[in-house]
């Protein structure tokens, strides 16, 4: 069985007809491309369609703008599911499994991503992965520009993934992630989310509309500044020697069906070990299996074809192997436990350091409790994307490393609109239940609350009913008016009262989206500067929001409208609201 991809036929010479298309003239193309385009044209082919692949899902999949209805428009474009890359990386999905002790839906895919690699070992690395094609664009832009800082000879770094590996897999076990740090796919989601899509908001709506930054913000495009900014001391630096997710994959690659061999006809001339993006070829010039991603790159640089890709139980005709000599730095047991014990130091530390936000982070709709989202969410930045009007933003540093890039919902710069239900729908980890419509729109975030001595009607101002319309217009009918009544002393001066219409929360209806709070903020605050903070907010926390890992919000609500309709006093009239009736 072979696997050679790299087209060797390339290397046959132009035909006599000076005219003639053949494979001369294919050649000066792809090498004026660039030399791994010529070497393994078909890698770079995959490679290619998978990075637009990527894009298409992060940029226009999830791009929630449209028509209002923002579920049907994603649900029209989204032939492959937007998170599709996100559950191909088998390190967020075991490590998720593991933080949470339970079945990931994603598991399923990062399988299959696995199995795929028994016949093309660590094929993820060298033909899907996106984070990787933007290392590659980065060292053809730059990192072969810039040479003083290149490092020339293998030192203590190099099987360091291993190690970090170790550390994320330990610390999931004590129910922390880390895998949202260091892991390949949200690396690079949350750097492009962080980088182009604030552009991409900017000119195809306008900058105002861009949210403002924070710590989080400004760490998450550091990380991913310095992922790429390796590449200045080694092509490819982040992918040889640090990703953990190539680190799952080179484990992998002990169970491989095929392999990189080298043939007796090799003549030692180096251009092998020069060209390989993943520093899987010894000075004897044979593979490093763990390393080898079969991109097939040395492969087509071969002026022998000594280089072969067949099974890996293969011994015709191969070349003596240590000769020249080779001395490999192995995988250092001391570096092995150094990597364990970060992991438990990391998960301990990122618990103890810093405890509960005075205020609770009012999380998307249908999100699990606490503690099970904070297990289960990777801080990729998915459901950031998909959400409109950037309703859902990155939390900083208030919940420590533990919870830094998780979502938050900001009232103050927009609602949660009823027609979406992007987040759930693109959350890979199942942190953001996957809610239909009808029941996200039951799924209490918070509940808000009037802050009477700031309201314009209630401190006796002037009248104002922007909340319950806005309330209204989302069909929430949460908010109804109070008449403040006038009570005056016995020369009729008014002592109690504004005589205005006041609104009050009925509890019962509120799901905390923060549609009115936007309003309040946005007119009364900003816009006319009435009042220095907004008069009705949502809180989240306990007796407050519902977070439940299975069962129907809408049930749930039913089940406390027919309870608040029994305990009412006879006569009162009928409580339950019109879209219970129905049901």
Partial sequence: MRLDLFLPFLKRKRSADPGAAGPGRLRRLLARIGPTWLSSPVRRVVQTAFMLGFLVLFFWVCWPYGTKEYAAHRDAREIVDAEIFLALDPLVSVSTAIAARTWVWSLGFAGLMIATGLLFPRGFCGYVCPLGTLIDLFDWAVGRRVTRFQIRKDGWWVNLKYYLLAGTLVASMFGVLLSGFVAAIPVVTRGLLHTVAPVQSGL????????????????????????????LWRPRFWCRYLCPTGAMFSVANLFRATERKVETTCINCN??????PFDAIKADFTTRTADCTLCQTCGGVCPTHAIKFVDRWNQSDLKVENDPPVHELPVSRRGFFAGIAAGVAAAFGTKLAWGAPAVAP?????????????????????????????VLQPMGFEQGLQG????????????????????????????IRALPLDEKRHARMGLAIVDQPTCLPFAGREACQMCVDECDAAGYRAIEFVRMHVETDGDGAPVEGSGFLAPVVIPELCVGCGLCQTRCHGINVVQKGLLKRTAIEVFAGPGKEDRMSSGSYLQLRMEEMKRKEAEKPAGEGEYLPDFLKEK
């Avoid at 924070?214 to 495009?221: D, E, K, L, Q």
């Avoid at 251009?271 to 390989?276: A, F, L, P, Y």
């Avoid at 998780?406 to 759930?424: E, F, I, K, V």
């Fill in 362 to 390: 009012i999380r998307p709709p249908g999100s699990l409790p606490e503690p099970d989202f904070l297990k289960l969410c990777i801080q990729c930045g998915e459901c950031f994307k998909a959400c409109p009007n950037d």
């Fill in 204 to 231: 195809m709506r306008d900058w105002y509309l861009v949210p403002p930054m924070n710590a989080g913000h400004f760490v998450s495009i550091a990380l991913f500044a310095a992922v790429l900014a390796m590449g």
């Fill in 271 to 276: 251009k092998c070990v020069e060209i390989c």
């Fill in 404 to 431: 830094l890039w998780t979502p938050r919902a900001d009232p103050n710069w927009s609602g949660c609109d009823p027609g979406c239900n992007n987040c759930g729908q693109v959350c890979p980890t199942g942190a």
